[in-house]
């Protein structure tokens, strides 16, 4: 995706409200491969669960589980289910389906603004690149400038797995859904980072993510630069759980997530054939 492209990230994570909870998006054939990115699908379910949503509540919590994979160019029935609208929270559940198939289902929880006491862990002391760094990648709907992981320490482990610093590219104006959207979107840009043992290598192992779930501290400005800072805790049993913040330029933290994820060695040179009912990732 070059920068003439960027608009189309709107669209691709809107969902278009077709009455009675029932909203209908597509998957843009943004990206090289047979998959969906998985943060693709959590934008367009925040986007439809948000526009089930009035009054002053705020997205603060989503959990979500990947069911089947779906591919580039396919459409999605995203269904919002109103599970309670309270005085200080309300809640929603969706269920997103492809070709009469579930393929993800995510419960999200709005509050209402009220004050309280305040604290938060403080950001890494890293500066945002500036903006002609000529390694800052620009070829996604963000632009994302590595860092790296922290040095690994002598027992082995790692303060951070990936930092990077991301920013939206596209116009996301003044609507705070767009933004936490996109939010929802940056959370699942993990990369390598749940492969601790293998950072920096490609083609030797399959993933999936398995859940998701990020909480949010207020609504971001995507457009600015920001902090993905990701740690993995454990890695087994062909699972990997991974932990990360995502905090602005002024070092407010604005995103929590955790996540598991599927992780297999391939054999090698075996090609990845999500068509094969045999394989663990195909679609039944």
């Not at 919590?61 to 309270?86: M, Q, T």
């Amino acid at each position: 995706m070059d920068a003439s492209d960027t608009p189309n990230f709107v669209d691709g994570i809107d969902a278009i409200g077709v009455g009675d909870g029932r909203f209908i998006a597509t998957y843009p054939s943004w990206f090289e491969g047979d998959r969906v990115f998985g943060g693709l699908v959590l934008a367009q379910a925040v986007t439809a669960a948000c526009k089930t949503v009035s009054g002053p509540y705020t997205l603060h919590s989503l959990h979500g589980y990947f069911l089947r994979p779906a591919s580039p160019g396919e459409e999605s029935v995203i269904d919002v289910d109103r599970r309670r609208d309270g005085r200080s929270f309300v809640t929603r559940e969706t269920t997103t389906m492809v070709g009469g198939k579930e393929t993800f289902v995510m419960t999200a929880s709005f509050q209402r603004p009220e004050v309280g006491e305040e604290y938060q862990i403080p950001m890494a002391r890293v500066a945002p690149p500036s903006e002609g760094d000529p390694a800052i990648e620009r070829d996604g709907p963000f632009a994302v400038f590595e860092i790296g992981p922290t040095p690994i320490r002598p027992d082995g482990t790692y303060e951070s797995t990936r930092r990077a610093w991301i920013r939206c590219r596209a116009e996301l104006g003044a609507d705070p859904t767009r933004h936490l959207a996109a939010a929802a979107y940056a959370s699942d840009m993990t990369r390598a980072a749940f492969r601790p043992t293998s950072l920096g290598t490609w083609g030797e192992h399959l993933d999936a993510s398995l859940d998701h779930a990020a909480w949010f501290h207020g609504v971001p400005d995507m457009t600015r630069w920001h902090l993905f800072d990701l740690h993995t805790v454990v890695t087994g049993g062909g699972r990997s759980f991974m932990r990360g913040t995502l905090s602005d330029d002024q070092g407010r933290l604005v995103l929590s997530m955790a996540q598991e994820i599927l992780i297999r060695r391939l054999d090698a040179g075996a090609p990845i054939d999500f068509g094969d009912p045999a394989h663990p990732l195909a679609t039944p």
